[in-house]
């Protein structure tokens, strides 16, 4: 997999360069009329990777630790604040809603729930044509053939069984099938998955996995996100680990997994669940919970919680860069590497 | 014998459109004192509603018939009458979502007391002063009794869950879910805690998840469930390493590992409907191993190790037979 | 497709999807008896006043007795102040109150629905002004802004109509918004937008249907305070006077001094139609309501009653 992206010559499908996004925290009524100075949460706070086609780059981290809002960002759901988003070549940091309609088709998100995702009052064939009427794409029987073609692609086959349901006549492992293939009539170039397997049984989680692995092949770009580090070792071509807001560490997902630089990544590694009861390792468990990203310690934002911090990292707010131990293509955030 | 003992448990549900769905088909279990015992399987697969019947917590639509024996008594006798006295003060729970579950407008401290002061077992100072211990045991200064649910973080209110679940110090602790929403490094502390807690305590943990690699790290002994029944139940290393029947296999190559460099497949299928009698294996059209038994003699669970029983046909036939 | 495993056809019917939701028209009455028998008394008003030429026993403009002539064999409700049939007064009468109240319900459905679609959907100053606006409509007293509309507009049917809905949108404005801010969150909706769909297709697609049954409910409820006010404008003598309605009946008799005469059937009869068919649209909006709104009913671990079974009675 790792080959076949580096065989992958081009400009990368997505280059996100120094993406900053903030929001307000609210000041409730006695802050705002004492005129407290506004606050802000830096969700995303200088977030940089690429991805290219044919990839899938797992982001990966705690709730509160930026992911969703950097895939939000990407898909300019939410605007952002610094950094600039290339796609495909073009910058698409400061485009108009027209030029965004036209943008949209191409890039499309998958989500968390899929008892949510879908609207309880459309059958599978009306959520499935949705998209090619709202982009006025094709005939009646073209958009049926899509429909049917997508279904297909992700399993539902034959497409005929399913056409017809409503999402509550579904499990949950073929809702989320509805909701891929519902993003792939539109053939997108980019494909953002956000937690796609969480809310699944174990049992369907790797079919769904392994349609997005498919999809892959074929070409597609593919960001994961995802706070469950099994999933993206074995699925994901590269890992990001997210924290606060900052990238700590990002390789090969088989380099970050096995030669873990940040120490922060060595620890979530350590406390994930082994499936052989013989390997009971000794977990590092970090005390304490991610700060409130309001109050961003300085320096390094994970020394308060660093079981190797020295003064230093008090201070100095570390780059990305390669450590000396790591393979080609493996950074990490951390002056002690 | 066992500390808690449960001999052929059914639950049916009376289903708001007619006829009923039977949630629980015949689950047998022994539970030791002091044991970590982890009930697994997907959604649907009765694990929670076996355990809410252990605390006679279902609702008017739910009808019982088993044995559920707590040092020798069967507290199931007399429906509501007999176990509600052991409630809490024997067995007690943390819910699914339990740190969702506190009330907004009363103090931690005050809803930990509650429990002490139904089962009067402390009122006023002397609940208090218990309280402060309990939030020191689990992890939390004592002084924060006084803060109200919003004011603790997820992690903080799950803790806060396990004190309230201990209040009235019980001998066995049924944990449903309990990491589920949990960030992992989160996951980690309360596992951590759960396991000290019951080595501290002497407490039986039951966990009940559909995360098997939480089981294997916390638990000795384990069940699988699958349409309500148990399908094989053993020592957590056994089920791992030697699983005698299909689905503890399938389930266990289904879940990703971190270091696993195996091929991650999902079991096709789906679990079958609890709503109509179920003929056969009820794992049989989701089973790589089937054979023509199956379809129409339903498994019984049976020993077929030390400590290790299954329901599963293919324990009866010689090796070689299936492939 | 190497990896993907195709899920067989059989397989799908192992899994057995869960049975079709039963329609929500008939989870209503099956659950909730007194919204069959408000429908069953609507209708029955209903088809009286469409019927009303056809059963009515008499022209009700036509004088056919003495003044507040008693009830007799000829005439069950009586003669009113003019010697008219009150029976069949009151069945005419039921045209303009039921046209009237379910005319000016749906004004007030119009209007409420589209301020609270806009309101909870776009939010920020939208939401802001409009609720304000809404606002201010909470707080102008009823009754005085009717006398006061109805005597610059003049004293039509339209008008009673226009001016019934425009007082009573706000209630259906402020449940609609409430609704709507909630589903606007709902994961399909984001993802409706984030494939590039329009605000028109997010909100007339996804965003009303899911609205429309409490917004049916509300205005069920509405038409019988639009009746009822209705009443209230022709019993102060605000309503159109060539039209005969339930509160011009109730007027004409109190104007012409019935209640010391003691013609009690003059005024208690289109009093009764009046209670009877406010009571009839309560009882459905509400039911109604309560359906769409399950966190109303008792809770799942409220009661612990379960029940024993032998197991031996199912040994089969």
Request: proline share 7%; hydrophobic share 45%; charged share 20%.
């Amino acid at each position: 997999m790792t080959d076949a992206t580096a065989a992958n010559g081009g400009p990368p499908l997505l280059e996100v360069e120094g993406l900053v996004t903030r929001y307000p925290v609210p000041r409730g009524l006695v802050g705002a009329a004492a005129r407290r100075p506004q606050r802000w949460v830096q969700a995303v706070a200088g977030v940089s990777f690429r991805l290219r086609r044919g990839e899938m780059l797992a982001l990966v981290g705690e709730s509160g630790c930026g992911k969703t809002t950097t895939a939000q960002s990407v898909l300019r759901l939410v605007d952002s604040d610094a950094g600039s988003i290339r796609f495909d070549g073009a910058d698409i940091t400061a485009l108009g809603s027209g030029d965004l309609r036209g943008l949209r088709r191409r890039m499309q998100i998958i989500y968390q729930d899929p008892y949510e995702s879908l609207d309880p009052r459309f059958r599978v064939r009306r959520t499935l044509e949705e998209p090619l009427e709202v982009h006025g794409i094709g005939s009646r029987a073209e958009r049926r053939r899509e429909a049917e073609e997508a279904l297909r692609l992700t399993g539902l086959d034959p497409p005929e069984l399913f056409l017809d349901r409503y999402p509550h006549e579904l499990s949950g492992g073929q809702r989320q099938r509805v909701a891929i293939a519902a993003s792939l009539v539109l053939h997108p170039d980019l494909l953002i998955a956000d937690e796609p397997v969480s809310m699944l049984d174990v049992s369907v989680r790797a079919g769904i996995l392994e349609i997005l692995d498919d999809l892959r092949s074929r070409g597609l770009g593919i960001l994961m996100i995802t706070h469950d580090l099994s999933t993206a070792a074995r699925f994901a071509d590269r890992i990001a680990v997210m924290y606060l807001g900052r990238i700590v560490e990002e390789g090969a997902a088989r380099d970050v997994v096995t030669n873990p630089q940040h120490p922060y990544t060595q620890a979530l590694l350590s406390v994930v669940p082994k499936r052989d009861p013989r390997q009971r390792q000794r977990p590092e468990i970090l005390r304490g919970e991610t700060p409130n990203p309001v109050d961003v310690p300085p320096g390094c934002r994970f020394h308060p919680r660093c079981p190797i911090a020295i003064p230093e990292c008090r201070d100095v707010d570390p780059e990305l860069r390669q450590p000396s131990d790591a393979r080609a293509g493996h950074l990490a955030a951390c002056i002690r590497t | 014998m066992s500390l808690l003992e449960v001999h052929d448990l059914h639950v049916w549900f009376d289903l708001a459109r007619g006829g009923e769905l039977h949630a629980v088909q015949g689950v047998d279990l022994g539970l030791d004192a002091g044991e970590r015992f982890g009930l697994v399987g997907e959604s649907g697969c009765g694990k929670t509603t076996t355990i809410l019947a252990l605390m006679g917590l279902l609702p008017p639509s739910a009808s019982v018939s088993g044995r559920v024996l707590l040092d020798g008594e069967n507290v199931l006798a007399r429906g509501e009458r007999s176990v509600a006295p052991h409630r809490w003060r024997d067995v007690a729970m943390v819910f699914q979502g339990a740190m969702n579950a506190f009330n907004p407008v009363k103090r931690v401290g005050e809803q930990i007391a509650e429990p002490m002061e139904l089962h009067g077992i402390a009122e006023g100072r002397d609940a208090r002063r218990q309280v402060g211990e309990l939030l020191e045991r689990v992890g939390i200064p004592a002084e924060r009794a006084q803060r109200f649910p919003h004011e603790f973080s997820g992690g903080m209110r799950q803790r806060a869950a396990i004190a309230m679940a201990l209040a009235c110090k019980p001998k066995v602790l049924l944990a449903d879910e309990p990491t589920t929403a949990l960030d992992v490094m989160v996951q980690a502390q309360i596992l951590e805690l759960l396991v000290a807690l019951a080595d501290d305590f002497g407490l039986t943990l039951v966990l009940v998840t559909h995360d098997l690699p939480i089981v294997a790290q916390v638990c000795e002994r384990a069940a699988v469930m699958y349409a309500g029944e148990i399908v094989e139940s053993g020592p957590t290393d056994a089920l791992f390493h030697s699983p005698r029947h299909p689905y503890t296999r399938l389930l266990f190559a289904a879940t990703p590992d971190l270091y696993g460099t195996e091929e991650v497949a999902s079991i096709p299928g789906a679990p079958p409907r609890l709503d109509r009698a179920i003929v056969g294996c009820p794992f049989r059209p989701r089973c790589d191993s089937a054979f023509g038994r199956c379809v129409d003699d339903r498994p019984a669970l049976k020993p077929v190790a030390a400590a290790q029983a299954a329901a599963c046909h293919l324990n009866d036939v010689p090796q070689e037979v299936p492939a | 497709m190497t990896s993907t495993a195709p899920i067989l056809a059989d397989e799908h019917d192992l899994e057995a999807p869960p049975p079709r939701r039963r329609s929500f028209v008939w989870s209503v009455v099956r659950g909730q008896p007194q919204a069959t028998i408000g429908a069953l008394v609507l209708l029955a008003f209903v088809l009286v006043a469409v019927l009303a030429p056809v059963i009515a026993p008499y022209d009700p403009r036509e004088k056919v007795g003495a003044v507040f002539e008693p009830p007799s064999s000829e005439h069950w409700l009586g003669l009113d102040d003019g010697g008219f049939d009150m029976l069949s007064l009151l069945i005419h009468g039921a045209r303009v109150s039921l046209i009237v109240g379910f005319a000016a319900a749906l004004v007030a459905m119009l209007i409420g629905g589209t301020v609270g679609l806009l309101s909870g959907y776009f939010g920020g100053r939208t939401d802001t002004v409009l609720m304000r606006l809404t606002d201010y409509f909470i707080v102008i007293p009823d009754i005085p802004l009717m006398l006061v509309v109805a005597a610059i507009w003049g004293r039509s049917l339209t008008n009673i109509i226009l001016i019934i809905g425009l007082i009573y949108w706000t209630t259906t404005a402020r449940v609609v918004r409430s609704q709507v801010l909630s589903v606007r969150e709902r994961v399909y909706v984001q993802r409706t937008r984030a494939l590039g769909a329009r605000n028109g297709r997010i909100l007339f697609r996804h965003v009303l249907p899911q609205v429309a049954p409490l917004l049916v409910a509300i205005t069920v409820l509405s038409v019988a305070v639009a009746i009822f006010a209705e009443t209230a404008i022709a019993f102060l003598g605000l309503g159109d006077p060539t039209l005969i309605s339930w509160g011009k009946l109730i007027e004409n008799a109190f104007s012409r001094s019935a209640i010391s005469v003691d013609a009690w059937w003059a005024i208690v009869p289109p009093g009764l139609a009046v209670v009877t068919v406010v009571l009839a649209c309560t009882m459905v909006g509400r039911s109604l309501e309560d359906a769409l709104n399950p966190r109303l009913r008792v809770g799942h671990l409220s009661v612990r009653r379960f029940r024993l079974r032998e197991r031996e009675e199912r040994a089969s």
